[in-house]
């Protein structure tokens, strides 16, 4: 069912090839970023943007966050907060270039006085940033937002000191080796990514992770909506603990779920004994899965943590026999929010 072959014939225009270049991606996006100069050093950024491009902005938000004590704000929202204004650095991401909400927010930013640095593969944001004279970093074109992601990351990074980029540029190499035996032509036996496709199949995954890991959790849940068409949430711990255990414990259908927890060899030990306690406790209501993230630093667990929930939600889709690439519902929206 995963074969190679079995993969290309669902997969038509290899979105597994594209995931499966998330380190060169990494490091080209820093040469487009690093190209524009260190704009985010020092400065109050705030990254807007939807989906598969605001989802890199947030897992560099996290791990910046983590281990740089450099705050990075997102905004997935059409309305800038308040307190976005003057002198402000706001990096628009949209890999289209066209996304109504980013476009909006990305005006705003202007009408504020704030400092606009532009990233996208072209669209109205490339026009509005050449027309004006912003700082615009031109993504390659002809991918899925979603599978720029290393790119769109790369970049975002890019516009930080020399120290971010040599972190990225290891954690690059780190999830290169790691990637190795993910890839479709490493059997299922031997393959993390197919092993755990099979697990999921049929059931509806909830993806549980600490604070800093929920961006990693978010992409994994978008990657399975989108890539294989299947409903799943993220949801964080220990937040999670005060509500949707409750949930777990009382509702019949617990057993169509598939928790699979995200853990980090590092994290904190009061989160290690969360995390251990609340699995622990939903393994009596159904099966979980616990992902453990590979890596020597922060930032090569995160990616290559991304990078197994990428290859795992393409194999669920094979499984599905639905082609990952085509997310057409998400079009006719826009399509129907364009006219209106
Ligand atoms: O994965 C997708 O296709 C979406 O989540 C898009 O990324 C989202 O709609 C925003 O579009 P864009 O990334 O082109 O701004």
Redesign the pocket.
């Known amino acids: 069912m995963l074969d190679e072959a079995a993969i290309r014939k669902v997969d038509r225009s290899g979105i597994v090839r594209d995931l499966a270049a998330l380190p060169d991606q990494l490091i080209r996006g820093l040469a487009i970023g690093g190209g524009l100069g260190p704009l985010a050093v020092g400065r109050r950024v705030t990254v807007v ?6 989802i890199a902005g947030e897992v560099l938000a996290a791990w910046l966050g983590a281990e740089r004590g450099l705050p990075l704000a997102v905004v997935k929202d059409s309305v800038l907060p308040a307190w976005v204004g003057d002198g402000d650095l706001v990096v628009a ?7 109504l909400e ?1 476009l909006a927010a990305t005006r705003e930013a202007v009408v504020r006085g704030c400092d606009l640095v532009g990233l ?1 593969s072209g ?1 109205t944001l490339g026009d509005l940033c050449r027309g004006r004279g912003y700082p615009f970093g031109s993504l390659p074109s002809g991918l ?3 599978a720029a992601f290393g790119t769109l990351l790369g970049a975002l990074a890019g516009l930080h000191d020399a120290n971010v980029h040599g972190e990225v540029r290891q954690a690059a190499e780190i999830v290169r080796d790691l990637g190795k035996p993910l890839g479709p032509s490493v059997a299922a036996a031997r393959n993390p990514a197919k092993k755990l496709a099979q697990k999921l199949r049929g059931r509806t995954p909830i993806v549980y992770a600490t604070p800093t890991y929920a961006p990693v959790a978010r992409r994994w849940q ?1 990657e399975l909506n ?1 890539m294989a068409k299947v409903l799943a949430w993220a949801s964080v711990l220990p937040e999670a603990d005060h509500n949707e255990l409750v949930g777990w414990d009382g509702d019949a259908a617990a057993r169509r779920f598939a928790p699979v927890f995200l853990r980090d060899p590092a994290e904190a030990e009061d989160h290690a004994r969360m995390m251990d306690a609340t699995r622990d406790l939903i393994k009596r209501r159904t099966k979980i899965e616990e992902v453990r993230a590979k890596g020597p630093s922060l930032l090569s667990r995160m990616l290559s943590t991304v990078q197994l929930g990428d290859f795992t939600s393409v194999y669920l889709a094979v499984l599905r026999k639905v082609d990952p690439t085509p ?1 057409a519902v ?1 079009g006719k929206l ?1 399509d129907r929010l364009a006219k209106t």
């Open positions: 943007g939807m989906g598969g491009s605001a991401v949209s890999y289209s270039g066209n996304t980013t996208s669209g899925q937002p979603r978008t989108e997310v998400i826009k």
